[in-house]
């Protein structure tokens, strides 16, 4: 007995022999069964029965007829066929249980295959929808039961139930045969046919009817049949009863038959669970197997085949729609258990699967089961770090796993992968999931290679071609109809162009892609960006599409440009049901990004007619874009007018630029999403810096509209930040700005200006001071990159306002609370919000200095001292955040405004030997003290003069922000006795160094050649040039003094101004002499004769008078002047210093603290110098031919480096020589490098480490330097590259890696960091790949933050800063750039990432503040409580004790 759909498929044929008690009624058929039933399985604390009941077979047999009927009892029964199923189940899996006859018999086997029939009869539906009847009181069609085709008559004769024949079962076959030799025919031409057949005798059954059921001997099914929904009312024939009492009975029937239905299911379920287990524990032979196999391949068949029911009609659930999911995933573990080979029985699934793919459920499992076994076949072909060991079959969080053969797993991953239908054959709804279920089978193979743990195992990918041999037909078809696509079929269309993206977007890295290939997806593509449905899809998948190397792929660039514009920088698609607009326009940017470089590399290639006619449109389109926005795109207009090739090209690649940068603009003007608005001003930064050779009015025209976006107050802080950053960037193009527009930096400083007075004057310093801060950065940049400024009074006073306002913001605040108080006395009490102290950065000793009196201060100096201590912890931490950097900007801007600057090595020239002068002084002089010490007389007088000689260097504080170094030095160009000092000056911007003399000279004597005044900070030092004030007053001068040098001065100028002017004629020769003017022998010449000897008598009277003067000493009286007596030994030249700068008077003693040269002091001081003006920064550079190169390959035996790397280190800074640079130098030395690339600017001092510039070390242990002085080498004891490498770039935040093939570049990034030293401090990596089919012109960046570190705080902060990237730039993952920018730009990055790094790790303080706090710290321990006396005395005696 089984179902007899089974034997309508040909599957089984029906014994004969069977099916004894079909011809009973049911009434003595139920009561039979049910004695048997609870005879085998009786209730609890009943007695088992005797198990010499199964003597035989044959009463096995008996037994198993009986309880087989039990399947095919109605609703109402089900808990008599439960019980059987209990019984079979335990029969089944429970051996010891089994009847004995059947074990000593050998018949498991006949056992097992007899159950699995009978099994199959409970899967019969007992409840029927009956078709709709002409007539409303026609009863429904209930199906007959009979024992033989000949038996056409049955003595149940229930109330409720009718009987009807069908014809044999012969026309059903045939009809299913002919139907299922063509599986290709489209699912709902085969729904039309099935429902043409409904209620002929003709058509095979196909539907819920079962009345259509064939009459056989194992048709024993009961069934009910509910009334057609179209029958509003059902009475009996005959009934009288009114239509509301009949709806009301139709409620309790349909009630009650619901809970019969799910009580039905659950059985289905539960003898599903037992065929599996069976599959899963039972050793069956392989007829078994295959009777297993064809009875739940037709009991599927025979519940799936029909259309999907509508319970909302019927009211009552179906059991095929309740049963697939389970069954289909039952029969297909059963299935690939069975390890079935036979052509046939695939054949045969097939032609099953083919009537199911109308069920979106029978898709998914075909789905997850492809999936399964294309994970164990990707395992078998790839290695075992790829796929899955076993076959996982996974539907719905239930797992079962299966150890099948290598060749079983082939065969039937190919068998199941054709198993259905042709995607455009589905209903719309399959087809999405068959699109999506092939995109994840796509996926498992573009992940190949991916997860792999070792750079040796080496393996080939699966190759693009392959894929789409397998895959192509189904996903180009479906891209073809993405035009006409129903809006439910449109998601698999677009499902479709995602993975074809996926596939192209993926290197190839043995043979390109087949030329029809590569034509069709282009093809696809143009179709499908302009479809609204599938654009949002191509954007999202097509962000590394650039990237690749396709040939021809750049030329697709136009079509989407022409496509963006759909959604930047207004979306006018609606795209809502397929991804956030945030996300869209995202895919959009980055998209650009890879973009926007092409126009210059592809200057002379010709667009085709015609291709910009979209987006003219788009730009003109006056309802799309605002007033503004109009304005923006003429101003573009205007500045790419004459951009055209030179060769005449009609429409050149370059028209492109217009649009692209149209597109960031605007975008920037209309961008909602803070993230995506980070991500413009990053392309527009690279952008300009791209463009601006070809088009230098670009500098200009961004930094306005920039300025512009600013001003509006309404960005936010986040994305402020970046445009602050980004204007900062754009100082270095300085050039072009200021030959296109002068006005440029000036509006934009006044603008920064305004924007800073805005938001102090707002108040809310607690959300808007990094925001002052950045802003005064950037305007001290703009300021500080030239000389402009100084004609432009308004300007610079403007700024000196805006400074000053941060700099009194104290005051300001004071102020406020006081007038705040006075109006509400009653709010004094408060939350505290106050910045509490700041803990000491640094950790001194004890001070030097001990108050010797506490009775020494004035009351004023007192009142000083404890109001400074007092006053700092009353300030917020944003107050004290602003007055800093306004007070380092101010100092900037009076310091290095029109200060010499030569960016490059000769800074340093003579910087180590002036720079260390005066701590070399403070030493000997110190020694000399403890020497001095030692050698004191007993009595304490002392046996060595007290005096400090004249080079005796002193130290001063002045008001706790500067320290001033000072000794006395020999005059360069005058005599002796000329005092003359060397000033070393120590404040929060640096180091700088004067040298100063005083002269006398007389003015009317010619002065010789002197240098020009000069100065420079410790980190830049230039060559230290003579200061040399010229003229007749010291250097100090008061003019409004009435001293003899003013005098002086003003006789001098008189002088001149009496002089007679002196001028000789053209026309000299011309002039007669005056002897020639008069005639001889005639008067005039006798009286011009007599004068002549008058002259000469006088003459010669004067000559005698000068003779005889001489000769007589006593006749001349000459003031002879006194002696000087100046002891030129001492030191005075530092007092004279001071005080002529007013320092010495005693209304200024409060600002001037001596300090005396001690232990302490000395370390102090050293330990300032090596706090670095400047951000000091080093990035590691290395070279790598792909991600599988191992560290030893990355560091030790470099595989052949490029040239194009070479020169790439050399766009990042110039070389230095390591044994000669004094800046900043990392961890080098001279012993194990000689040359490395450096920048420096104002602000940055910048290094590349690179192992491929290493040396091992000298074997010594120990290092003569130039000065032949001798260290320790930390390096003598490394005798590996590698390990110095580790040393030396321990402190780098930054990794930049040049790699030819960007496989696996992941994994080369984790393998770098855990080489790494222990200490290491990477965080970011920087990706560059050359494009090969760019004539290395092009260039791909990827930056990559892996979560990994050496505890969990390094890699919170990995996390911290991967989930915010964008703080830093300009360069962003995924960008191309051009060769020309590619130095500049990643150093900007690496710089701007090693900042973003220490941000996040809380290391990052500016170094102003640092030195700020440091010298702050320093004043207060070092502060002095001398009398007025004392403090004289010091600097007139200058005792060093």
């Not at 008559?153 to 409720?160: G, Q, V």
């Not at 607690?766 to 100084?790: F, G």
């Not at 990794?1295 to 790494?1316: F, G, H, P, Q």
């Amino acid at each position: 007995m089984f179902l007899d759909w089974i034997a309508q498929l040909r599957l089984l044929q029906h014994d004969p022999q069977t099916n004894i008690l079909g011809s009973l009624p049911l009434s003595i058929r139920r009561a039979l069964i049910s004695e048997i039933t609870n005879y085998l399985q009786p209730g609890p604390g009943k007695h088992l029965p005797d198990p010499n009941i199964f003597a035989s077979p044959a009463h096995v047999k008996w037994f198993m007829e009986v309880l087989g009927q039990g399947f095919s009892l109605p609703l109402e029964d089900m808990d008599i066929t439960s019980n059987d199923v209990s019984i079979y189940a335990q029969w089944l899996l429970e051996p010891p249980l089994r009847p004995a006859a059947v074990v000593n018999e050998g018949l498991e086997q006949e056992f097992y295959q007899i159950i699995f029939h009978q099994f199959s009869l409970l899967f019969q539906p007992r409840i029927i929808q009956a078709p709709p009847v002409p007539s409303p009181v026609a009863p429904p069609f209930i199906s007959n039961n009979s024992s033989n085709n000949s038996n056409s008559s049955n003595n149940n004769t229930s109330p409720n139930v009718t009987t009807s024949n069908n014809n044999s079962s012969s026309s059903n076959v045939n009809n299913i045969n002919n139907k299922s030799n063509n599986p290709a025919q489209p699912h709902h031409q085969q729904q039309s046919q099935h429902s043409a057949h409904i209620g002929t005798s003709s058509g095979r059954p196909s539907s819920f009817y079962l009345n259509m059921l064939p009459v056989n001997p194992h048709a024993n099914i009961v069934p009910v049949t509910l009334p057609s929904p179209t029958n509003t009312t059902s009475p009996h024939v005959g009934s009288g009863a009114p239509s509301a009492a009949s709806a009301n009975n139709a409620s309790a029937l349909k009630e009650t038959l619901t809970q019969l239905i799910h009580r039905h299911i659950e059985l289905c379920n539960k003898t599903l669970t037992v065929l599996a287990m069976a599959g899963r524990t039972l050793e069956m032979s392989v007829e078994t197997w295959t009777i297993l196999l064809k009875t739940v391949l037709g009991i599927a068949d025979f519940l799936l085949k029909e259309p999907v029911a509508d319970n909302s009609v019927t009211g009552v659930v179906n059991m095929g729609d309740e049963l697939c999911e389970h069954l289909l995933r039952v029969l297909f573990e059963l299935w690939l258990r069975s390890r079935v080979r036979e052509v046939e029985m695939w054949d045969i699934l097939k032609e099953c699967f083919m009537r199911w793919s109308h069920r979106s459920k029978a898709i998914q499992q075909w789905s997850s089961i492809t999936f399964s076994l294309t994970n164990r076949v990707l395992n078998l072909t790839y290695g075992s770090d790829e796929g899955t060991d076993m076959v996982v079959l996974s539907t719905n969080g239930i797992n079962v796993k299966l150890d099948l053969s290598p060749d079983f797993v082939h065969y039937s991953w190919h068998r199941i992968l054709y198993l259905a239908p042709h995607p455009l054959q589905l209903p719309p709804s399959n087809f999405t999931i068959m699109m999506l279920g092939i995109g994840h089978l796509v996926d498992l193979f573009n992940l190949v290679g991916e997860r792999r743990t070792s750079p040796t195992n080496t393996i080939e990918q699966p190759d693009g071609n392959t894929i789409l041999h397998i895959f192509g037909s189904y996903l180009f078809d479906a891209c073809s109809t993405a035009p006409s696509a129903s809006m439910e079929s449109q998601r698999g269309c677009a499902s479709a162009f995602a993975t074809l993206c996926k596939i192209f977007c993926r290197p190839q890295r043995s043979t390109p892609f087949l030329r029809t290939y590569i034509e069709r997806f282009y093809a696809a593509l143009c179709v499908g960006l302009k479809s609204d449905a599938c654009l949002p899809t191509i954007l999202l998948h097509c962000t590394e599409l650039f990237a690749t190397d396709l040939v021809g792929v750049k030329m697709l660039a136009p079509e989407f440009i022409s496509a963006i514009k759909m959604v930047l920088p207004k979306l006018q698609i609606d795209c809502r049901g397929f991804v956030s607009v945030d996300d869209l326009r995202l895919a959009a940017i980055k998209v650009v990004s890879t973009i926007m470089c092409l126009p210059n590399h592809f200057d002379k290639v010709e667009l085709k007619p015609g291709w910009d006619w979209d987006m003219q449109c788009a730009s003109d389109n006056a309802s799309v874009m605002g007033e503004q926005e109009q304005i923006v795109t003429q101003l573009i207009r205007v500045l790419y007018a004459n951009q055209h090739s030179g060769d005449n090209i009609e429409r050149p690649f370059t028209s492109l630029k217009f649009y692209i940068l149209e597109l960031l603009l605007m975008s920037l003007r209309t961008e909602t999403s803070s993230y995506n608005m980070r991500y413009l001003l990053h392309l527009i930064n690279v952008y300009v810096i791209e463009d601006v050779p070809f088009c230098p009015g670009l500098v200009g025209t961004v930094v306005k509209l920039i300025e512009e976006k600013i001003l509006t107050m309404q960005m936010p802080s986040d994305v402020t930040l970046v445009a602050f950053d980004v204007l900062i960037d754009f100082v270095d193009l300085y050039d072009y700005v200021k030959r296109d527009s002068k006005n440029v930096a000036r509006e934009l400083v006044l603008a920064l200006s305004r924007y800073v007075d805005t938001l102090i004057n707002a108040g809310k310093l607690i959300h808007s001071y990094p925001l002052i801060v950045q802003a005064y950065d950037c305007m001290l940049k703009w300021i500080l990159v030239s000389q402009w400024i100084i004609d432009d009074q308004d300007c610079y006073k403007a700024v000196i306002v805006t400074l000053s306002k941060g700099i009194t913001i104290f005051d300001r605040e004071t102020d406020a609370n006081n007038s705040l108080e006075a109006q509400h006395p009653e709010k004094k009490k408060r939350r505290d919000t106050t910045f509490p102290p700041t803990k000491q950065l640094f950790q001194l000793p004890p001070r030097a200095n001990k108050p010797t009196s506490s009775t020494n201060n004035t009351p004023s100096q007192q009142q000083s001292s404890t109001g400074s201590r007092s006053n700092s912890t009353v300030h917020k931490k944003e107050e004290v955040a602003v007055r800093m950097a306004a007070e380092y900007c101010m100092s900037q801007f009076v310091n290095q405004l029109g200060k010499f600057q030569s960016w490059n090595e000769q800074w340093f020239t003579n910087r180590k030997p002036m720079i260390m002068s005066d701590l070399q002084q403070a030493k000997y002089r110190r020694w000399k003290q403890q020497q001095q010490g030692s050698a004191t007389t007993i009595a304490g007088q002392d046996q060595h003069d007290t005096r400090e000689s004249r080079n005796s260097v002193r130290y001063f504080l002045f008001d706790k922000r500067m320290i001033l170094a000072v000794y006395d030095t020999e005059s360069t160009s005058g005599p002796k006795e000329t005092p003359a000092v060397m000033a070393i000056i120590r404040d929060t911007t640096g180091k700088y160094v004067w040298s100063m003399e005083t002269r006398y000279k007389d003015l009317r004597k010619s002065p010789p050649s002197l240098s020009s005044t000069t100065t420079s900070p410790i980190g830049a030092s230039p060559p230290v040039l003579e200061d040399s004030n010229i003229g007749d007053s010291p250097t100090s001068d008061d003019s409004s003094a009435p001293t003899i040098s003013n005098m002086i001065k003003r006789q001098n100028n008189l002088d001149r101004v009496f002089q007679a002017p002196v001028a000789q004629a053209v026309n000299e020769d011309a002039i007669p002499h005056i002897d020639d003017l008069f005639d001889k022998k005639s008067d005039n010449w006798k009286q011009w004769a007599s004068i002549q000897l008058l002259s000469e008598r006088e003459q010669s009277a004067e000559a005698a008078a000068v003779e005889k003067s001489q000769t007589k000493p006593l006749d001349r009286y000459n003031a002879l002047p006194t002696d000087e007596n100046i002891n030129t030994d001492s030191a005075r030249g530092f007092r004279l210093l001071l005080s002529e700068l007013g320092l010495l008077l005693p209304q200024n003693r409060t600002h001037i603290t001596p300090l005396k040269i001690t232990d302490t002091l000395i370390t102090e001081i050293e330990t300032l110098d090596m706090l670095n003006e400047r951000d000091c920064i080093s990035i590691t550079a290395y070279y790598a031919q792909s991600g599988n190169t191992s560290w030893p390959e990355l560091v030790e035996t470099p595989t052949a480096i490029s040239e194009q790397f070479l020169q790439y280190l050399n766009c990042l800074g110039w070389p230095v020589d390591i044994e000669e640079h004094q800046g900043f130098r990392g961890k080098l030395d001279s012993t194990i490098c000689n040359t490395t690339p450096y920048y420096a600017d104002r602000t940055i001092e910048f290094l590349v480490n690179s192992p491929y510039l290493l040396n091992l070390p000298p074997s010594a242990a120990s290092t003569t330097t130039t000065d032949n002085s001798s260290y320790s080498s930390p390096y003598s004891n490394m005798k590996t590259i590698s390990r110095i490498h580790q040393y030396v770039s321990s402190d780098d935040h930054v990794c930049v890696i040049w790699i030819e093939d960007l496989t696996n570049y992941t994994e080369l990034a984790r393998r770098i960091k855990m080489s790494s030293s222990n200490n290491s401090k990477a965080m970011v990596f920087i990706f560059i790949n050359p494009l090969k089919n760019s004539g290395n012109r092009l260039f791909w960046i990827r930056i990559l933050i892996p979560s990994i570190g050496n505890n969990a705080t390094s890699v919170m902060a990995s996390q911290r800063l991967n989930e915010n990237a964008l703080i830093f730039g300009p360069l962003v993952d995924g960008i191309i750039v051009s060769r020309h920018a590619l130095g500049s730009m990643v150093r900007n990055t690496a710089i701007s990432a090693h900042q973003a790094c220490r941000v996040v790790t809380d290391t990052y303080t500016r170094p102003y503040v640092m030195r700020k706090q440091f010298i702050e710290e320093m004043a207060h321990r070092h502060r002095s409580k001398q009398q007025l006396s004392e403090f004289y005395s010091e600097v007139f005696i200058g005792k060093d004790n």
